[in-house]
């Protein structure tokens, strides 16, 4: 299962997040510039643990860093829902880096064995900058509606919620994740609601990610009340191949996908 979550994070790094930054307004050079962490990141990740691969890690985590630094300017220039999501977005890599960098290290973090950094590395690049990426754009679709800044401010509550959580504990992050996935439902309702306007494949790709989000959520939902309450639950294992793929896939790559072919191109 490692490797099935290398290559989740490897396309988070190299798809997800640099295609992210063009559809929230990045130039194609500032999101060209994320490659420049985004690669030693992902080469670190198939490297033996160990000083070579916790400095490219290191690598990774300077770039995410850069690219957190670029909240308060776009905050202060645009102060609306949409823009508080996409604020959470740009701050979750740098939070998947300090997993990253600790978990190829080999040195548990705050308790935190290596395998759930790992974990953790893959999450904050979906459920974190994914989740609250498409919140954002849909929130801005829709004009800054009362449903839109709904989704743009739950999905990022949910996750500031389910990272508290980690430190807190398993009721602390049942609590994030029943806020979370409620913003993640309504950003899946919104998500077929935006594809009544697109093409046939545009359509098609929104109504794969809105299912594969809506269907996802419910799995990381009845995980999180069975650590907090003792109740029967999927294993982590089976949660990375269904949740974990299902969110990666389904949700993030189709429905950025689908983004992208409605976005006019830029310079």
Not at 81 to 92: C, D, P, Q, V, Y
Not at 240 to 248: D, E, F, L, P, R
């Given at each position: 299962m490692r490797a099935v979550v290398d290559v989740i994070v490897v396309a988070g790094m190299l798809v997800v997040v640099p295609v992210g930054l063009r559809l929230a307004g990045f130039s194609r050079l500032a999101a060209g510039l994320w490659w420049v962490g985004a690669v030693p990141g992902a080469v670190s990740l198939w490297l033996p643990?160990?000083?070579?691969?916790?400095?490219l890690a290191g690598i990774y985590l300077c770039a995410a860093l850069v690219l957190a630094a670029q909240i308060p300017a776009r905050l202060w220039a645009r102060r609306t829902?949409?823009?508080?999501?996409?604020?959470?977005?740009?701050?979750?890599p740098a939070i998947a880096g300090v997993a990253l960098l600790a978990e190829r290290a080999g040195h548990p973090l705050w308790g935190f064995d290596l395998g759930i950094l790992a974990l953790t590395t893959a999450h904050f690049h979906y459920a974190g900058f994914a989740a609250a990426l498409v919140a954002?754009?849909?929130?801005?679709?829709?004009?800054?509606?009362?449903?839109?800044?709904?989704?743009a401010l739950?999905?990022?509550?949910?996750?500031l919620l389910v990272l508290g959580g980690y430190f807190v504990g398993d009721l602390a992050e049942l609590a994030g994740a029943v806020v979370l996935t409620a913003g993640m439902w309504a950003v899946a309702w919104l998500t077929l609601v935006r594809s009544r306007e697109a093409d046939r494949l545009t359509r098609a790709l929104f109504r794969v990610s809105a299912t594969a989000l809506a269907v996802s959520m419910i799995l990381a939902l009845?995980?999180?009340?069975?650590?907090?309450?003792?109740?029967?639950?999927?294993?982590?294992?089976?949660?990375?191949?269904?949740?974990?793929?299902?969110?990666?896939?389904g949700f993030a790559l189709c429905g950025l996908a689908a983004w992208v072919r409605l976005r006019p191109r830029q310079p």
């Open positions: 643990r160990g000083a070579v691969a916790a400095t829902a949409s823009e508080l999501a996409f604020a959470t977005a740009l701050i979750t954002g754009l849909l929130c801005r679709s829709f004009a800054e509606s009362a449903t839109g800044r709904a989704a739950t999905v990022p509550a949910g996750t009845a995980w999180a009340l069975g650590e907090a309450t003792g109740l029967p639950h999927p294993t982590i294992p089976w949660m990375i191949a269904t949740h974990g793929v299902a969110n990666a896939a």
